[in-house]
């Protein structure tokens, strides 16, 4: 109970900083971030505190809210999980943005909301009843729109946070339905009520799908994710790194509070639509990150494709735990649970990057970057390993998650279910190249942007960022190598979770033979030493370097650096983004992107520049949205004459509305 206090003081001074900022206007403005980071702290070390001792976690009902049913908070181990992951990145983000906020031109557009969208987060974790819930995931969603419309002049922007809107009213309209099955006639709302109640079985599917549809669309499974490419990169950078890394993992959390712990027993059926959204999800979201030259739209397409490794390993728990394999279905909620918490580090580490990037280069387009490695070092290193982590590449945290999860797939022929035999198996080959396709993604975009020659002014004159950024950086970097190096602990410390939600738990790590070695299952069958594997790189690389130096001819050789066929040096010889996804866009472009290609060959003797243009549709988009938008348009169109009637035709219309409702109450009292 000390620490749920602790807790709610903590998030009841972000409110009050944010009412703050808003009064005390600009002599507040330089504490905001310092502030937001040491309540941050604050949260994460109470949060740290009941993951390792679930019994410091507490209860409480404040008396307000509805008449009669007040507010019910709970700080389990569940959501004391998330509050790490929510509260790791807000303290992350709030000294990134202690030096990144210095050249904000609207402060006043930015630092109230961002207050108090951590502190909504935080409040959705908390929450121990539908009705409180659905409320702070509402100030979550609004407070973030915030956030995302700050820059409100550019056209994109607005159209980004108006489709934001759109799509976190229609979760949460989700939701509620799935709060509202659950509850029942007796509309106990209470999640103890809930959880201890018979559900019919329909009423659990309708549950699952509605959480799906609500949740997903916050956390982007497609085809729900068309909000978050256009809202990502169109907040401030350390806001971005909170959106993609942080908010899409509380939709992840209502994911496993409502399907594994609210629902009860679940029906091994409905872990097929995780398992195949999931896999749509991770494939069509990293082929569109593939295409991306805007940094931050490929970075937004990259956490779709995360999402949905989260979402399968969600599928696989579940269809394990239906299945009564507490073991194996331990083992795959431990790898969406660390990968919730590994996405949350190198997303947030690469978000911040792209913001350094585009603060000192003006620009978001890879293929006028270039050369950056030389005027921004520190930052060329930190993306590095952020995008090695992204990448999946040994010993770092990325890898660690993802191996796991190809561990429960590899386990899923114990399933008793013939389809999943046919399933799983399927899932694992869109995740293997998903996970392929990201390599080539971040291989692009460490590649054209950092190295090789500025393809433009801004990018010849960019600058290093100022520290407190890279501070943030560097400390994200330490935690995506520690996390990878010591994941042994961190699955023991997840134990209380998964003997909660799946009744079972991962063998205990420290009683391995090899020290820090990660076992899912026994030692026999798989295990995975990071520490063992970085000395081993460490080793063979420095005795390959001692080789070539001591046996290698020392004779010095001058001659032309091999130019691919053009003798003068230009930056146009060079690989663009573009040119770097052109085999993939050659291949997957016309079905998946309606790719078109539009070439102007000057005939010979005109001196005009030869060019290209490269045409990219989001189909879901296209043939989703984009027609129930006009439709939307269409009618509001029409129903707006009603504006301009006259007093005749409005009594005419009150009358014939009151006719209609006689009739309804009627026929519907006999």
Known sequence: MEMLHIVLAAVGALLAVSFTVVFAGRVFFSLVYPLCALLCLTLLGADLSVLLSPAAGGAAILPFGLPGIGVHLRLDVLAAAFGIVVNLGGLMSSVYGIGYGRGEKSPMRILPFFAAFLAGMNLVLLADDAFTFLVAWEFMSVTSWALVISNHREKANAHAAYTYLLMANAGTVALLFAFGVLAGPSGGYAFDTIRAAAHPSWVVGVAVVMAMLGAGSKAGLVPLHVWLPMAHPAAPSHVSSLMSGVMTKVAIYALIRIIFDLCGPVAWGWSIPLLVFGAVTAAMGIMYATMQSDIKKLLAYSTVENVGFITVGLGLALAFRASAMPALAAVALVAALLHVFNHSLFKSLMFMGAGAIDHATGTRDIDRMGGLIHRMPSTAVMILVGCAAVAALPPLNGFVSEWMLFQSI????????????????????????????????????????????????????AHETDGFSRTAMGMLVFLCIAAGLFAAPMVDSLAPLTSKLVGGAMPAQHSGPALLSLTPFTVAHSSYNAPLLLLFMLVSGALTAWCIHAFASRRTRVAPVWDCGFPYASPRTQYTASSFAQPLRRIFGPGLFAAKETVDMPVPGDMRAASIKVHLSDLIWDYAYAPVARAVWAIADRINKVQFLTIRRYLVLMFAALIILLVVVALWHP
């Open 410 to 461: 590899l386990s899923s022929p114990q399933l008793p279910q013939p389809l999943l035999h046919f399933l799983v198996p399927a899932v694992g080959v869109a995740l293997m190249l998903a996970a392929a396709l990201a390599a080539a993604a971040f291989v692009k975009l460490f590649g054209v942007s950092f190295l090789g020659r500025p393809r433009s002014d801004e990018a010849a004159q």
